[in-house]
């Protein structure tokens, strides 16, 4: 079985500051990874994901995650956050061999302090 | 495409009446997905569709809950009776059968029951 664990309920960062979004997998098989945000009131939509090749992937607007196979992390970063960037973080991941519910993480508020 | 289109946004209900959500996913899509959200819990599966086919629906909670997908275009989650503690966000998602393919998210329906 897959899990998937957000260390961080809630991240704290000051505008313009860098911030990195914990998440961690375990899985006896290989996974896809992604990155969904959830803005206040709005559903979950893909931030970026992991399907294989280059282990950083980036998203449009300025987030990156790097797999990293022998830690199973696949942490997102960012160099300089906006308030517009102030919204719940979910990690998931879906086997690749055949099963294809997304296993999700719990979470991660970021919160962007003035 | 519009996307996932979940109706209503909001329902308000009194503990006891049946409640139904509703879902129309993304035209060509395989898999529907539905989900729970609330502050306790987080992000909770459900139940999932494959081609109209209940595959999984091991996390409906209870008996008072049921889904049905009656075409492709279409699909409901029910709650009868309804009980405050059902007081929750629903969301909607949908996915082709691409294994590497992400979810989408409807906007979701905000559930109180008083």
């Known amino acids: 079985a897959q899990s998937v664990t957000q260390l961080d309920s809630q991240v704290p960062v000051f505008e313009e500051a860098p911030v990195e979004l914990r998440c961690n997998y375990s899985s006896s098989v290989s996974v896809y990874l992604f990155w969904y945000v959830q803005y206040p009131n709005q559903g979950l939509q893909l931030l970026l994901k992991y399907l294989s090749g280059s282990t950083l992937v980036k998203s449009i607007n300025g987030f990156e995650a790097e797999f990293n196979k022998s830690q199973t992390s696949f942490h997102l970063r960012k160099p300089s956050v906006h308030i517009s960037d102030t919204a719940e973080y979910f990690c998931a991941v879906t086997r690749i061999d055949s099963n294809y519910q997304l296993i999700w993480g719990a979470g991660t508020k970021l919160i962007i302090k003035p | 495409d519009a996307g996932v289109i979940q109706s209503p946004r909001h329902e308000v209900t009194e503990m006891g009446q049946e409640v139904t959500l509703r879902c129309k996913p993304i035209?060509?899509?395989?898999?529907l997905f539905w989900y729970r959200q609330t502050m306790m819990r987080g992000l909770e599966l459900l139940i999932y569709?494959?081609?109209?086919?209940?595959?999984?629906d091991s996390g409906m909670p209870e008996d008072r809950f049921s889904a049905k997908m009656p075409n492709a275009s279409f699909s409901t989650l029910k709650i009868q009776p309804s009980e405050p503690r059902d007081s929750a966000v629903y969301f909607c998602?949908?996915?082709?059968?691409?294994?590497?393919?992400?979810?989408?998210f409807g906007q979701g329906t905000r559930l109180t029951v008083v």
């Open positions: 035209s060509g899509h395989d898999y």
């Open positions: 569709f494959n081609n109209n086919v209940p595959i999984d």
């Open positions: 998602a949908s996915r082709t059968g691409t294994k590497n393919t992400e979810a989408f």
